[in-house]
C-alpha cells in the first residue's frame, strides 16, 4: 500500500515552543518510514511556517533561512502543504492526507490549528477544536470537571483587568480561596511555565504579575500536600486508559526546571499505590476524558492528597509531551503499546474520526 502522507508539524508560538522541539524529535524517530512519508513543518516563534530538508534541525540550531515558507490552506479538500516559490506565488509542493500536531501551548493545543484542519477537512491526530480549548484553560476545565461531579480543587481565575484596575482586591479575592500555600498559573500554558507556589501576600503578587505575563487569565488555586499520579488516556468514543504512574519532582513541585532541566525528577511506573486507588485513577481520567469531548490521545495528570487520600483533576494535556522522558509514552509502554504501535494507533483514530465527521450534513434542506 502507498505510504501516508503525513505532516508533523511543531515549535509554535507559545512558551513552550522549545518543549515541542524536543517532542518531534521523538514522534519523529518513531514513525515507521516504511508506512508514513513525513513532511516536516516548523513555526517559528513569530508564527511562520516553514519546510523543507530537516527542518528540526534547523530549528534546534536556530538556522531557518533556508527553509521554505509554508502554509496550509483553509479550503476544503485541498489537502495540500503550499510554498512560497523564488518569484513570490504560493504553489502546492506536498499532497497530505493527515497532519500530527506536536504543538503545546498557546496555537496549538488551545484548539486554533485544529479549527484550520477542520476547515481543510484535513485529519488530524489529537482532540477537536472544543476538547482542546476546554483542557487548555484551566479555568474553565475545572467548571466543567465540578458541573459532571469530578473532584477538583478550590481555584478562582482572575484576569489581568482586574490587576491593573483594583490589585488589593483582585490580591483579597485570591487570598480567599484558601489557606496558604497557594498556587498561581497562567491558565492557558503548560509544562509549568509560569506557575508558582505562593506562601504570603508578596509572593502571591509576584506569583500574579509573573503568570500574567503570559495569560490574560489567571489561576488561583489551593495547593495541598499531594502525590502527582498521571494516566495515559487513548481512545476516540471508547477510551482506554493506561496503568497509572507518579512522578516525584526534584522540586518543591513539577516545576518547569524539575521537568525538563535538572533531570533529577523521577517517573515511577506503575505508581505504588493500592489497586483500588489505581483504578479509581483510571476511572476518573477517563470520566473527565469524555467530559470534554476528548479523541484520540490525552495525559490525564491527578493529585493525590497525602492526609485524606482523596484524589483530585488537576488538568488534562490534549497534546502530552513526547520527549524521551515524557510520561505518556512511557506509560503506554508499561501497558503493552510500544512507542512505534502507539503511532500508528494515534494515526488510525485520527482517521477514523474524520471519516465520522465526514458522514455528517453540512447543509438543510429546510431552509431552501
Same mark, same amino acid.
Given at each position: $500500500?502507498?505510504r501516508?502522507?503525513?505532516?508533523?508539524?511543531?515549535?509554535?508560538?507559545?512558551? #513552550?515552543?522549545?518543549?515541542?522541539?524536543?517532542?518531534?524529535?521523538?514522534?519523529?524517530?518513531?514513525?515507521?518510514?516504511?508506512?508514513?512519508?513525513?513532511?516536516? +513543518?516548523?513555526?517559528?516563534?513569530?508564527?511562520?511556517? !516553514?519546510?523543507? &530538508? &530537516?527542518?528540526l534541525?534547523?530549528?534546534?540550531?536556530?538556522?531557518?533561512? #533556508?527553509?521554505?515558507?509554508?502554509?496550509?490552506?483553509?479550503? /476544503?479538500?485541498?489537502?495540500?502543504?503550499?510554498g512560497?516559490?523564488?518569484?513570490?506565488?504560493?504553489?502546492?509542493?506536498?499532497?497530505?492526507?493527515?497532519?500530527?500536531? +506536536?504543538?503545546?501551548g498557546?496555537?496549538?493545543?488551545?484548539?486554533t490549528?485544529?479549527?484550520?484542519?477542520?476547515?481543510?477537512?484535513?485529519?488530524?491526530v489529537?482532540?477537536?477544536?472544543?476538547?482542546?480549548?476546554?483542557?487548555?484553560?484551566?479555568?474553565?476545565?475545572?467548571?466543567?470537571?465540578?458541573?459532571?461531579?469530578i473532584?477538583?480543587?478550590?481555584?478562582?481565575?482572575?484576569?489581568?483587568? @482586574?490587576?491593573?484596575?483594583? !490589585?488589593?482586591?483582585?490580591?483579597?479575592?485570591?487570598?480567599?480561596?484558601?489557606?496558604?500555600?497557594l498556587?498561581?498559573?497562567p491558565?492557558?500554558?503548560?509544562?509549568?511555565?509560569?506557575?508558582?507556589? +505562593?506562601?504570603?501576600?508578596?509572593?502571591?503578587?509576584?506569583g500574579? $504579575?509573573?503568570?500574567?505575563?503570559?495569560?490574560?487569565?489567571? !489561576?488561583?488555586?489551593?495547593?495541598i500536600?499531594?502525590? @502527582?499520579?498521571?494516566?495515559?488516556?487513548?481512545?476516540?468514543?471508547?477510551? #482506554?486508559?493506561?496503568?497509572?504512574?507518579?512522578?516525584?519532582?526534584?522540586?518543591e513541585?513539577?516545576?518547569?526546571?524539575?521537568?525538563?532541566?535538572?533531570?533529577?525528577?523521577? !517517573?515511577?511506573?506503575?505508581?505504588?499505590?493500592?489497586? #483500588?486507588?489505581?483504578?479509581?485513577?483510571?476511572?476518573?481520567?477517563?470520566e473527565?476524558?469524555?467530559?470534554? &469531548?476528548?479523541?484520540?490521545?490525552?495525559?490525564?495528570?491527578?493529585?493525590?492528597?497525602?492526609?485524606?487520600?482523596?484524589l483530585y $483533576?488537576? @488538568?488534562?494535556?490534549?497534546? /502530552?509531551?513526547f520527549?524521551?522522558?515524557?510520561?505518556?509514552?512511557?506509560?503506554?509502554?508499561?501497558?503493552?503499546?510500544?512507542? /512505534?504501535?502507539? $503511532?500508528?494507533?494515534?494515526?488510525?483514530?485520527?482517521?477514523?474520526?474524520?471519516a465520522?465527521?465526514?458522514?455528517?450534513?453540512?447543509?438543510?434542506?429546510g431552509?431552501?
Open positions: $500500500m502507498p501516508l502522507r503525513l505532516a508533523v508539524l511543531f515549535g509554535g508560538r507559545s512558551g #513552550e515552543h522549545e518543549i515541542s522541539l524536543l517532542s518531534a524529535r521523538s514522534v519523529l524517530g518513531a514513525l515507521d518510514r516504511e508506512k508514513y512519508e513525513v513532511i516536516q +513543518v516548523g513555526i517559528t516563534h513569530a508564527g511562520d511556517w !516553514l519546510t523543507g &530538508d &530537516d527542518v534541525g534547523a530549528f534546534e540550531r536556530g538556522e531557518v533561512g #533556508e527553509l521554505t515558507p509554508a502554509a496550509i490552506l483553509a479550503h /476544503p479538500g485541498a489537502h495540500g502543504l503550499v512560497r516559490a523564488e518569484h513570490g506565488a504560493w504553489e502546492q509542493i506536498a499532497e497530505l492526507d493527515l497532519a500530527f500536531p +506536536v504543538l503545546h498557546t496555537f496549538g493545543e488551545d484548539g490549528i485544529q479549527g484550520l484542519f477542520e476547515l481543510a477537512e484535513l485529519p488530524y489529537g482532540a477537536g477544536v472544543l476538547a482542546s480549548a476546554v483542557a487548555m484553560d484551566k479555568g474553565l476545565f475545572k467548571e466543567v470537571m465540578r458541573a459532571r461531579g473532584p477538583v480543587l478550590d481555584s478562582l481565575v482572575l484576569n489581568t483587568t @482586574e490587576l491593573v484596575t483594583d !490589585l488589593d482586591r483582585a490580591l483579597d479575592r485570591a487570598e480567599a480561596v484558601a489557606g496558604y500555600p498556587f498561581v498559573k491558565a492557558n500554558l503548560g509544562s509549568s511555565v509560569g506557575i508558582s507556589k +505562593v506562601r504570603g501576600r508578596s509572593d502571591l503578587l509576584e500574579l $504579575m509573573e503568570a500574567a505575563q503570559y495569560d490574560r487569565r489567571v !489561576l488561583v488555586e489551593r495547593g500536600e499531594g502525590r @502527582e499520579i498521571e494516566v495515559a488516556v487513548l481512545g476516540n468514543e471508547e477510551p #482506554e486508559a493506561s496503568v497509572p504512574g507518579e512522578v516525584i519532582p526534584s522540586d513541585f513539577y516545576s518547569y526546571r524539575a521537568k525538563y532541566i535538572d533531570e533529577r525528577s523521577e !517517573l515511577i511506573i506503575p505508581a505504588p499505590i493500592d489497586e #483500588e486507588t489505581a483504578e479509581e485513577a483510571r476511572r476518573i481520567a477517563i473527565a476524558y469524555r467530559a470534554i &469531548d476528548g479523541a484520540g490521545m490525552a495525559r490525564a495528570d491527578l493529585l493525590l492528597d497525602e492526609e485524606s487520600g482523596r $483533576m488537576n @488538568e488534562i494535556n490534549t497534546i /502530552p509531551g520527549t524521551r522522558i515524557s510520561m505518556y509514552p512511557k506509560l503506554w509502554e508499561a501497558s503493552g503499546i510500544p512507542y /512505534p504501535e502507539l $503511532m500508528d494507533r494515534l494515526i488510525e483514530l485520527a482517521q477514523a474520526r474524520h465520522q465527521t465526514q458522514k455528517l450534513v453540512r447543509s438543510y434542506e431552509a431552501a
